[in-house]
């Protein structure tokens, strides 16, 4: 079907950036949307951002103005620049894709999700 790899996750003080990729493979066809999840220790995952095919954007409250999503369609790849990162955006980050691949003659629905990819933040 389809496979997700994600990059770009790692350790950083208060205030500072990181930018997450993740690169979608396999019979793809068409992507609707992308977009990112995280999942802190004890809670539940919840959407941060997403984007549509037609550009359309939706973050969450606690991110906007901070994280910007993008993506490459040629690459199909989506990304997340998190900047002025704060303690609490500490979690787990995992990338969502939805959209269809192609199975012979056929077209069949996705909705994979990433590995998912550690983010720190802390002083």
């Known amino acids: 079907q389809v496979q997700l790899v994600e990059s770009g996750g790692g350790s950083v003080q208060p205030g500072g950036s990181l930018r997450l990729s993740c690169a979608a493979s396999?019979?793809?066809?068409?992507?609707?949307?992308m977009g990112w999840y995280r999942q802190a220790p004890g809670k539940q995952r919840e959407l941060v951002a997403a984007?549509?095919?037609?550009?359309?954007?939706n973050y969450a409250d606690s991110v906007k103005g901070r994280f910007t999503i993008s993506r490459d369609n040629a690459k199909n790849t989506v990304y997340l620049q998190m900047n002025s990162l704060k303690p609490e955006d500490t979690a787990v980050y995992y990338c969502n894709v939805k959209g269809q691949y192609s199975s012979g003659f056929f077209r069949r629905n996705f909705d994979s999700w990433g590995q998912g990819t550690q983010v720190s933040v802390s002083s």
């Open positions: 984007i549509t095919s037609g550009d359309n954007t």
């Open positions: 396999g019979s793809i066809f068409s992507i609707n949307i």
